[in-house]
């Protein structure tokens, strides 16, 4: 077991490596550079040159590329172009935002996808179950950004139970029940997609586990009802459902870019976009690694997850 | 600076209305006023900037009291907000100018027939009217309205289809042409850039010409504009002040050309440039003011561009914000303001 976390977790170098090689690749071949964005429309030639040899965007880009390794693996990861602020900081301060916002969304995405997994599928064709279906298929169909801006329309602006935007009230607040209030719209709005599709994963693993020759030697034995559904039916059903939790987890990460952009949310979602429009290359680098790092965490968390759910299986 | 290093531009301090208290990044920057501000009190105790990028969420905390002061009002929120009794709509006209650039170099637009054709089938009055919901005012030329430089004689080109078709006919395209328009997502002063060149777009269709229309985003809309391979593109100039020169001299004067200077209509007219060199030789305002004038004039006959409008400027406060006042260089002054 031992071993095998090790390896992962060397494994992780790689990755990374990769990642940051071909987002670096992808930011140099887009058009455009920071000193044009910088200097706008208005800039001469000799203003932009100027600008680029300052930023040390003229040497070759192994050797920008290079240089910047170098920094990584000193544990700084350079500063920001448009900034002028160390990346490092910069980034984990709002990744702690994007942390709160993906891992409330994904909360209730998991105990809310469970739920009506579990009720669907304990009264299959059910009105419920009916019902939980064509919720799945708005929930999948409909756009972030649409979503959170007709939730914003509704409870903010003609209902007036939430605010619209940030992460606390501008003049006092600041304590968790400011943050709740903050983070409920975009919390609902980041779930939605990933409910439903938790939900019908729970409900078609659970019809199946519920169908096993045990379950009915369990409801012979004379088992209560909640214990079969739950110890025995959702406990064998979890494999393929926490697979694809922690796929959602990443989708989230990701999704959150959107959510963000439309709630105000400082996540380091809202800083990646600042950063790619501006082609702050070094921030944008600091941004992937730490959301590809999350990625890479999660998946190896999901796998040690599998051994402790069914204890058939082994890590050798 | 010694002491900051290169975190020095962090500690801010100055001798302005206000003092720098805090900047959360992303939420928000805080600013307390300065007791000891020489020119007068200011009555605001603190001021609370927040970026706030999706329009309708902008809109909502305005309309639920969360915020005292939006700029940039989106123009379809416009009506919205005059009828809500809630917020009051400031607008000025701005330093802007918002131009669809032609490349004057290129077959078939060195033909100035063909260039007036195009102003003359734009329907300029629905774009500000529909698109922009009246922020904007339609534009002459490239000199701002009511500046000392301005040939105040001068009317923006009617919109007339048929004389534009006449004048493709005469250039010799009785049956148009097709062409392409370079058009950014978003970008600096450029206002609600795809709709307003899809409507441009099929205004040109109805004479004839097919425009095939290329969305960029903002940086690789800059870079492209470099290659000079450019057709038709929608673009917008900020004045730094009233000075005809400011405008006129970088965007149109031979000598600017792109990619050494933002001529990136690779407009050449040989009087016009001799007019604009005169200028700056002379220190008389009014002499000035008169070269300025006959080139203007020049530009009418021989247009660079198609002339759209020139953006005026929105913001909208709550209704207890007093003494707020849009400043016509885009910043943001809220040293005048002071609650009710």
Same mark, same amino acid.
């Given at each position: 077991?031992?071993?095998?976390?090790?390896?992962?977790?060397?494994?992780?170098?790689?990755?990374?490596?990769?990642?940051?090689?071909?987002?670096?690749?992808?930011?140099?071949?887009?058009?455009?550079?920071?000193?044009?964005?910088?200097?706008?429309?208005?800039?001469?030639?000799?203003?932009?040159? /100027?600008?680029?040899?300052?930023?040390?965007?003229?040497?070759?880009?192994?050797?920008?590329?290079?240089?910047?390794?170098?920094?990584?693996?000193?544990?700084?990861?350079? /500063?920001?172009?448009?900034?002028? /602020?160390?990346?490092?900081?910069?980034?984990?301060? /709002?990744?702690?935002?994007?942390?709160?916002?993906?891992? $409330? @969304?994904?909360?209730?995405?998991?105990?809310?996808?469970?739920?009506?997994?579990?009720?669907?599928?304990?009264?299959?064709?059910?009105?419920?179950?009916?019902?939980?279906?064509?919720?799945?298929?708005?929930?999948?169909?409909?756009?972030?950004?649409?979503?959170?801006?007709?939730?914003?329309?509704?409870? @903010?602006?003609?209902?007036?139970?939430?605010?619209?935007?940030?992460?606390? $009230?501008?003049?006092?607040?600041?304590?968790?029940?400011?943050?709740?209030?903050?983070?409920?719209?975009?919390?609902? #709005?980041?779930?939605?997609?990933?409910?439903?599709?938790?939900?019908?994963?729970?409900?078609?693993?659970?019809?199946?586990?519920?169908?096993?020759?045990?379950?009915?030697?369990?409801?012979?034995?004379?088992?209560?009802?909640?214990?079969?559904?739950?110890?025995?039916?959702?406990?064998?059903?979890?494999?393929?459902?926490? #697979?694809? =939790?922690?796929?959602?987890?990443?989708?989230?990460?990701?999704?959150?870019?959107? #959510?963000?952009?439309?709630?105000?949310?400082?996540?380091?979602?809202?800083?990646?976009?600042?950063?790619?429009?501006?082609?702050?290359?070094?921030?944008?680098?600091?941004?992937?690694?730490? =959301?590809?790092?999350?990625?890479?965490?999660?998946?190896?968390?999901?796998?040690?997850?599998?051994?402790?759910?069914?204890?058939?299986?082994?890590?050798? | 600076?010694?002491?900051?290093?290169?975190?020095?531009?962090?500690?801010?301090?100055?001798?302005? *209305?206000?003092?720098?208290?805090?900047?959360?990044?992303?939420?928000?920057?805080?600013?307390?006023?300065?007791?000891?501000?020489?020119?007068?009190?200011?009555?605001?105790?603190?001021?609370?900037?927040?970026?706030?990028?999706?329009?309708?969420?902008?809109?909502?905390?305005?309309?639920?009291?969360?915020?005292?002061?939006?700029?940039?009002? *989106?123009?379809?929120?416009?009506?919205?907000?005059?009828?809500?009794?809630?917020?009051?709509?400031?607008?000025?006209?701005?330093?802007?100018?918002?131009? &669809?650039?032609?490349?004057?170099?290129?077959?078939?637009?060195?033909?100035?027939?063909?260039?007036?054709?195009?102003?003359?089938?734009?329907?300029?009055?629905?774009?500000?009217?529909?698109?922009?919901?009246?922020?904007?005012?339609?534009?002459?030329?490239?000199?701002?309205?009511?500046?000392?430089?301005?040939?105040?004689?001068?009317?923006?080109?009617?919109?007339?289809?048929?004389?534009?078709?006449?004048?493709?006919?005469?250039?010799?395209? *009785?049956?148009?042409?097709?062409?392409?328009?370079?058009?950014?997502?978003?970008?600096?002063?450029?206002?609600?850039?795809?709709?307003?060149?899809?409507?441009?777009?099929?205004?040109?269709?109805?004479?004839?010409?097919?425009?095939?229309?290329?969305?960029?985003?903002?940086?690789?809309?800059?870079?492209?504009?470099?290659?000079?391979?450019?057709?038709?593109?929608? &673009?917008?100039?900020?004045?730094?002040?009233?000075?005809?020169?400011?405008?006129?001299?970088?965007?149109?004067?031979?000598?600017?050309?792109?990619?050494?200077?933002?001529?990136?209509? &690779?407009?050449?007219?040989?009087?016009?440039?001799?007019? &604009?060199?005169?200028?700056?030789?002379?220190?008389?305002?009014?002499?000035?003011?008169?070269?300025?004038?006959?080139?203007?004039?020049?530009?009418?006959?021989?247009?660079?561009?198609?002339?759209?409008?020139?953006?005026?400027?929105?913001?909208?406060?709550?209704?207890?914000?007093?003494?707020?006042?849009?400043?016509?260089?885009?910043?943001?002054?809220?040293?005048?303001?002071?609650?009710?």
């Amino acid at each position: 077991m031992r071993r095998y976390l090790v390896r992962r977790l060397l494994l992780l170098v790689p990755v990374l490596l990769g990642v940051s090689v071909i987002i670096f690749m992808v930011l140099h071949l887009a058009p455009g550079d920071p000193a044009e964005i910088m200097l706008g429309s208005q800039a001469t030639q000799a203003d932009l040159a /100027r600008l680029r040899a300052e930023l040390g965007l003229t040497e070759p880009l192994s050797v920008q590329y290079v240089r910047w390794l170098g920094l990584v693996a000193r544990g700084d990861l350079g /500063r920001s172009i448009w900034m002028k /602020r160390p990346v490092l900081a910069e980034v984990l301060g /709002r990744f702690k935002a994007t942390l709160v916002l993906t891992g $409330s @969304a994904l909360l209730l995405s998991t105990v809310g996808g469970l739920a009506l997994g579990i009720a669907s599928a304990t009264r299959p064709n059910s009105l419920l179950d009916r019902l939980s279906a064509v919720a799945s298929l708005f929930g999948a169909s409909m756009p972030v950004f649409w979503l959170g801006i007709v939730l914003m329309v509704i409870f @903010a602006l003609w209902l007036g139970w939430l605010p619209a935007s940030g992460m606390f $009230s501008p003049y006092g607040g600041g304590d968790l029940r400011d943050l709740l209030l903050h983070l409920a719209l975009p919390a609902v #709005t980041l779930a939605a997609a990933s409910v439903t599709i938790i939900a019908r994963l729970t409900r078609s693993t659970m019809l199946e586990t519920l169908g096993q020759d045990y379950i009915r030697t369990a409801r012979a034995k004379g088992v209560v009802e909640r214990a079969v559904v739950l110890r025995h039916g959702l406990k064998n059903a979890l494999i393929p459902i926490v #697979t694809v =939790v922690g796929v959602q987890a990443g989708y989230l990460l990701g999704g959150a870019v959107l #959510t963000e952009t439309v709630f105000a949310w400082p996540g380091v979602g809202t800083l990646m976009v600042q950063g790619i429009l501006a082609r702050d290359f070094p921030l944008v680098q600091g941004c992937v690694l730490v =959301v590809a790092l999350s990625f890479v965490l999660i998946n190896l968390g999901v796998d040690l997850l599998y051994a402790w759910l069914d204890p058939r299986i082994r890590y050798e | 600076m010694k002491k900051f290093g290169a975190d020095y531009a962090l500690q801010p301090v100055g001798t302005g *209305p206000f003092k720098y208290v805090s900047w959360d990044r992303g939420q928000r920057v805080v600013l307390e006023k300065n007791p000891s501000y020489w020119r007068y009190p200011v009555k605001l105790d603190r001021v609370v900037y927040r970026p706030i990028v999706e329009d309708q969420a902008r809109l909502t905390e305005l309309l639920t009291g969360s915020l005292d002061l939006i700029v940039g009002v *989106p123009p379809d929120f416009v009506g919205q907000l005059e009828t809500s009794g809630k917020a009051t709509l400031r607008k000025q006209v701005g330093a802007h100018v918002w131009y &669809l650039g032609i490349n004057n170099q290129k077959k078939p637009f060195e033909d100035k027939r063909v260039r007036q054709a195009l102003n003359y089938a734009v329907n300029k009055e629905a774009i500000v009217r529909d698109v922009l919901k009246g922020t904007g005012s339609l534009s002459r030329g490239p000199v701002l309205p009511a500046t000392w430089g301005a040939e105040s004689s001068l009317k923006p080109y009617p919109y007339d289809p048929e004389r534009a078709r006449k004048l493709l006919a005469e250039a010799g395209y *009785p049956n148009g042409f097709s062409t392409s328009l370079w058009v950014p997502e978003s970008g600096s002063g450029m206002q609600s850039p795809v709709a307003m060149s899809t409507v441009i777009q099929s205004n040109l269709k109805a004479v004839g010409v097919t425009v095939a229309l290329a969305t960029m985003e903002w940086g690789a809309y800059l870079a492209k504009l470099r290659t000079k391979e450019q057709e038709l593109f929608a &673009l917008s100039w900020m004045a730094g002040n009233e000075d005809p020169d400011m405008v006129m001299y970088p965007l149109l004067h031979s000598s600017q050309w792109t990619p050494l200077g933002p001529n990136r209509a &690779l407009y050449k007219n040989a009087r016009f440039d001799e007019l &604009l060199h005169q200028a700056r030789l002379v220190t008389d305002q009014g002499k000035r003011a008169e070269l300025y004038r006959e080139a203007q004039r020049i530009l009418v006959d021989d247009p660079p561009w198609i002339f759209i409008d020139h953006e005026i400027q929105t913001a909208a406060h709550a209704k207890r914000v007093q003494g707020f006042k849009l400043h016509p260089s885009f910043d943001l002054r809220v040293e005048t303001i002071s609650l009710k």
